[in-house]
């Protein structure tokens, strides 16, 4: 008989509760391998490709593309003995566990060697090259969302087992509702259904206690759900839209969903404060002529955005409390002696922020470099959530849109953020004089809880003089 394992939603980190089916790579009746990306999914954090925790054969596919899955719900669900247990051999118990060995199945290695009429067993192994969750967060993540999900409680046995009592025969109205019942032996007064018929069902108002699941075992099926709804659509929809309406609607979903949430948590927990300053950058733009025929800077793209990380991540040593988290639960403000760069990315998907790992002790090249690669990275979509958790201070580089400045609004968990305007040709008193020179504006916002004013007055000062005068740095 069939051994189905169900595959949950695992969470690929940072404690993200929801993520979007963007496409399957396998179809029913596909034969998959462990490690196989079987499906590819966007977060709230980035697209992430999800590798196989089983060897077998794809039974049902439980969600649809499009479709937003919380944490911990079966999207797929696969047959690992397609061939039948042997006559004579013992079959899994209701719970799909045949031994103890298969609740050990994590599902991020290669199948340990065994018949293929027994429960197989996954070895702990990395995720192979070209999937974008990272082996140490996926197999993380998967250990406490898969362990003992050989039958997972948001999807129970009597759901799938051919042994689950049939529905009785079609009757007269007012039977009705014994139906239900007679239909979910081990959920009470719930109908058999799966988890995201469930939620449907639940979007849509309609209650599954009045259905007759038109599925095997008297499963109700989302085109039950869909067709029980669809008679109330038209009360609650308003009159159709002109021909030719000006007017289109989008999902709140994904990354627009998390910056939103974001921002709205920052902007009415932290008290923001924004400082100006603007700058003469002429002698940055000059060494910065004069570095890229450098042979060391070969090859780098050497932005204006670098010399602004640099003088910041040197400013930091100076006033170190624009570096560090008020935390509100444990009554602490936690000073951080490393700085993991934030750099503000716009993309196709929305506002991202990946930061560089220990920015403070990179050189100016090093710097450069670990920027470009980044923000290549973020425009792809290529960015993996983990490059975009623990940073600790962030640049908005708002210049590259040209626009002079702004009043940003602080990435959560973070005291300061700057940002970086459009470096023009503007008028500026030289010695008494008047001259045209290279002129920027800096804005910087910071937690009043954590920064005072002079702190970050001090601060902003600080990264203006480095880049009014890159010679400064030596002083630092």
């Given at each position: 008989m069939p051994q189905l394992k169900h595959f949950p939603l695992p969470d690929v980190g940072e404690g993200l509760t929801e993520a979007e089916i963007l496409g399957w790579k396998v179809q029913p009746g596909d034969s998959v391998t462990v490690n196989q990306v079987f499906v590819e999914i966007e977060t709230a954090k980035a697209a992430v490709e999800l590798p196989c925790a089983y060897e077998g054969k794809v039974v049902e596919l439980l969600a649809e593309p499009g479709q937003t899955v919380e944490v911990g719900t079966p999207i797929i669900s696969i047959d690992v003995d397609p061939d039948g247990a042997a006559p004579g051999e013992p079959e899994p118990?209701?719970?799909?566990?045949?031994?103890?060995?298969?609740?050990?199945?994590?599902?991020?290695?290669?199948?340990?060697?065994?018949?293929?009429?027994?429960?197989?067993?996954?070895?702990?192994?990395?995720?192979?090259?070209?999937?974008a969750v990272s082996a140490g967060t996926a197999q993380q993540a998967l250990q406490g969302a898969m362990a003992g999900s050989v039958a997972s409680p948001a999807v129970p046995a009597q759901a799938t087992a051919p042994a689950a009592p049939a529905p009785?025969?079609?009757?007269?109205?007012?039977?009705?509702?014994?139906?239900?019942?007679?239909?979910?032996?081990?959920r009470g007064s719930v109908p058999l259904a799966k988890p995201p018929v469930?939620?449907?069902?639940k979007d849509l108002g309609v209650d599954l206690r009045a259905l007759a699941g038109s599925g095997a075992g008297g499963v109700i099926t989302r085109k039950d759900v869909e067709s029980a709804s669809a008679p109330a659509e038209p009360a609650a929809t308003p009159a159709a839209a002109p021909a030719g309406a000006r007017e289109r609607r989008v999902p709140i979903k994904g990354v627009r969903k998390a910056t939103a949430q974001a921002m709205v948590r920052s902007a009415f927990t932290a008290p923001h404060v924004t400082e100006f300053l603007t700058v003469d950058v002429t002698p940055m733009m000059e060494l910065r002529q004069r570095l890229k025929s450098h042979p060391e800077f070969q090859g780098v793209k050497l932005t204006p955005l670098a010399f602004?990380?640099?003088?910041?991540?040197?400013?930091?040593?100076?006033?170190?409390?624009?570096?560090?988290t008020w935390d509100e639960q444990a009554g602490e403000i936690v000073y951080k002696d490393y700085v993991h760069l934030g750099i503000a990315a716009a993309t196709p998907r929305g506002l991202v922020v990946?930061?560089?790992?220990?920015?403070?002790?990179?050189?100016?090249?090093?710097?450069?470099?670990?920027?470009?690669?980044?923000?290549?990275?973020?425009?792809?979509?290529r960015t993996t959530p983990a490059e975009m958790t623990g940073g600790t201070i962030t640049i908005t580089n708002v210049g590259v849109f040209g626009v002079d400045?702004?009043?940003?609004?602080?990435?959560?968990?973070?005291?300061?953020?700057l940002a970086f305007g459009a470096i023009r040709d503007m008028p500026w008193v030289v010695d008494g004089q008047v001259v045209p020179r290279k002129v920027c504006q800096l804005a910087l916002s910071f937690d009043h809880r954590v920064v005072d004013g002079q702190?970050?007055?001090?601060?902003?000062?600080?990264?203006?003089?480095?880049?009014a005068d890159p010679a400064t740095a030596i002083t630092y």
């Amino acid at each position: 008989m069939p051994q189905l394992k169900h595959f949950p939603l695992p969470d690929v980190g940072e404690g993200l509760t929801e993520a979007e089916i963007l496409g399957w790579k396998v179809q029913p009746g596909d034969s998959v391998t462990v490690n196989q990306v079987f499906v590819e999914i966007e977060t709230a954090k980035a697209a992430v490709e999800l590798p196989c925790a089983y060897e077998g054969k794809v039974v049902e596919l439980l969600a649809e593309p499009g479709q937003t899955v919380e944490v911990g719900t079966p999207i797929i669900s696969i047959d690992v003995d397609p061939d039948g247990a042997a006559p004579g051999e013992p079959e899994p118990d209701s719970s799909g566990e045949a031994s103890g060995e298969a609740k050990t199945l994590v599902g991020y290695g290669p199948q340990a060697t065994s018949s293929k009429r027994r429960p197989r067993k996954a070895a702990a192994a990395t995720v192979p090259a070209g999937t974008a969750v990272s082996a140490g967060t996926a197999q993380q993540a998967l250990q406490g969302a898969m362990a003992g999900s050989v039958a997972s409680p948001a999807v129970p046995a009597q759901a799938t087992a051919p042994a689950a009592p049939a529905p009785e025969p079609p009757a007269p109205a007012p039977p009705a509702p014994a139906a239900a019942p007679a239909g979910a032996p081990a959920r009470g007064s719930v109908p058999l259904a799966k988890p995201p018929v469930r939620k449907l069902a639940k979007d849509l108002g309609v209650d599954l206690r009045a259905l007759a699941g038109s599925g095997a075992g008297g499963v109700i099926t989302r085109k039950d759900v869909e067709s029980a709804s669809a008679p109330a659509e038209p009360a609650a929809t308003p009159a159709a839209a002109p021909a030719g309406a000006r007017e289109r609607r989008v999902p709140i979903k994904g990354v627009r969903k998390a910056t939103a949430q974001a921002m709205v948590r920052s902007a009415f927990t932290a008290p923001h404060v924004t400082e100006f300053l603007t700058v003469d950058v002429t002698p940055m733009m000059e060494l910065r002529q004069r570095l890229k025929s450098h042979p060391e800077f070969q090859g780098v793209k050497l932005t204006p955005l670098a010399f602004a990380a640099k003088a910041l991540c040197l400013a930091v040593r100076r006033t170190p409390d624009v570096n560090a988290t008020w935390d509100e639960q444990a009554g602490e403000i936690v000073y951080k002696d490393y700085v993991h760069l934030g750099i503000a990315a716009a993309t196709p998907r929305g506002l991202v922020v990946p930061n560089v790992r220990d920015a403070d002790g990179m050189s100016l090249r090093e710097l450069a470099a670990a920027l470009e690669a980044l923000t290549t990275t973020a425009r792809e979509g290529r960015t993996t959530p983990a490059e975009m958790t623990g940073g600790t201070i962030t640049i908005t580089n708002v210049g590259v849109f040209g626009v002079d400045t702004g009043t940003p609004i602080l990435n959560p968990g973070e005291s300061a953020i700057l940002a970086f305007g459009a470096i023009r040709d503007m008028p500026w008193v030289v010695d008494g004089q008047v001259v045209p020179r290279k002129v920027c504006q800096l804005a910087l916002s910071f937690d009043h809880r954590v920064v005072d004013g002079q702190q970050g007055s001090q601060f902003l000062a600080d990264v203006g003089a480095l880049l009014a005068d890159p010679a400064t740095a030596i002083t630092y």
